[in-house]
């Protein structure tokens, strides 16, 4: 009892350090938008209206995610996933898909690198 006692004590002052999410914060969202967002990217090129559609929803689930990421105090994985979104919104003005196919896998690769950065650090 008294063990819970001080660590309950103590939960504002660990969550503030070393790439814990702030509490309140709904971390766990922006983590969802993010896997999300990798399931979209890891699927085959599209053709070119598809792709264009799914760049957006690809685009609207990362920008979800950026303010709860900035919320939580997590400003670094903030700016991994807002560079994400913005190769994802890319994909909308392709004008072949060949352009789809490698705007996707650039937008893959930055979610990947987002997601590899929240697995190392944490929320930073």
Known sequence: ????????????????????????????????????????????????????????????????AIPVFIGCGCATLAGHTAEAAGLAANMTGATAAAQISSMQEQARMRISMAQGHMDRQGCR
Do not use: W
Request: include cysteine; charged fraction near 25%; proline fraction near 9%.
């Open 1 to 64: 009892m008294r063990r819970g006692l001080i660590l309950l004590a103590l939960a504002p002052l660990l969550m503030g350090q070393g790439g814990l999410p702030r509490p309140r914060c709904d971390f766990g969202a922006g983590v969802e938008a993010l896997r999300d967002a990798a399931r979209l990217a890891a699927l085959p090129p599209p053709g070119l209206l598809e792709g264009r559609a799914r760049g957006e929803e690809m685009s609207t689930r990362l920008r979800a």
